[in-house]
Structure formats: C-alpha cells, structure tokens
C-alpha cells in the first residue's frame, strides 16, 4: 500500500465506524446526517482548495456535485427522523382546606423524679370554646305600679318656691327656658300635667324614656 492511500484508508474507516454508531445509536436518519456532514464539510474545502485528491475529488465541478449530494441525504435524514414527542403536562395538586377543630386539645408533660427513675406522663386535655350570648341592649319595660312606686318613693323638690310641680323629683324653675331630656341629669322621672317642658309626649306619666 502507497503512502497516498493511506489518508483514503483511514477516512474510510474512521467514516464507516461514525455510520455504523450512528445508525446503532439513532436509526437511519441519525446515520445519514453522520455519513453527510463529514462528506459535505470534504466538498467545501475541496471548492475552497480546488481539489481533494484523498477523497476522490480532482475538481471544483466535482466538490459541488458532492456537496448537493450530501445536503440532499441531510434532507432525507429530517424527513425520515420522527419528531420529539412534548412532555404531558402534569396538573399541581389542589389542597383541599381542612376544617377548624371545635375544639382545642393541649398536652402536658408531666415529669416525676422517683430516687433512681424518671417517669414522663402525658395528660391529653381537651377545652371546648364557650359561645358568648349577645347581651340585648334593649331596655326593660317598666310596669304602671313601678311607675307609681318610683313616683312615690321620689323626694318632691318641685314643692320648694319657684319649682315646677309638674316634675316632682327635680326643681325646675317656672319661668326658665323651655328644656330638653338631654340637658337633665335624670331620665324616667315622673312627669304631672301641664308638662310645659314636654318631656312626656306619650302622656304615660314618665318623661324622657
């Protein structure tokens, strides 16, 4: 064997033991773009140089020829690779939100120091939460014999000069201005006509309700 066929020899078996893994690896298209890529990169640097004699390739006319070869069996090889198949998306579990204890459980720890052992002792202690009643903020009503009781228990003031009589428990004066409920300090107090203040407008016997 000449020297000059050596680099054809080992291109050659370099090239056929790139086919052979590819094609075992990969498939056909895997082998034809590992055969077409050495091939086509041979076919530009002989249209560069003007030849490549190791590779059988005396001419440019000839280096173009094998260059669109090379592309072609590029082409082939994507038609015949199967395309990548896309990852199945996966949902994220959903929590499903626990519900609120109704009650509360708290353990204690107990430790008993005996003269040569140690004993832990848990105690489990369940509390219920208390339901709180709302307080009606709604006023009791007051019977006409309270009424009456409170009306006679009441110090008369208005029997001093210069009270109102028809507010017995207070002293207002008879010729002061007219008056609200809420310039009094008082509130439920009984009220005798004529009313000139109108602290009883319902005509109960209270004022200021």
């Not at 009589?165 to 207070?170: A, D, H, V």
């Amino acid at each position: 064997m000449s020297r000059s066929a050596l680099p054809r020899v080992a291109i050659g078996i370099v090239w056929s033991i790139t086919a052979i893994a590819a094609l075992v690896a990969g498939g056909v298209g895997v082998m034809l773009i590992a055969v077409a890529l050495p091939v086509l990169a041979i076919a530009a640097f002989a249209a560069v140089v003007g030849h490549a004699r190791f590779a059988f390739i005396p001419d440019r006319g000839h280096a173009v020829a094998v260059a669109a070869i090379a592309f072609a069996l590029i082409l082939i090889a994507g038609a015949i690779l199967p395309a990548p198949v896309p990852a199945p998306l996966v949902a994220a579990p959903t929590k499903t939100p626990e519900a609120a204890p109704n009650s509360t459980t708290a353990e204690i720890a107990a430790v008993t120091a005996p003269p040569t052992t140690a004993t832990t002792t848990s105690v489990r202690m369940t509390t219920t939460p208390k339901v709180t009643r709302p307080v009606s903020s709604k006023p009791k009503a007051t019977t006409p014999r309270e009424t009456q009781a409170a009306s006679s228990s009441a110090t008369p003031l208005s029997t001093k000069p210069g009270c109102d009589p028809s507010y017995p428990t207070m002293c207002l004066a008879l010729t002061g201005p007219d008056l609200d409920c809420y310039q009094l300090p008082q509130r439920r107090f009984p009220v005798r006509a004529p009313d000139r203040h109108r602290f009883d407008p319902d005509n109960d016997g209270v004022g200021c309700e």
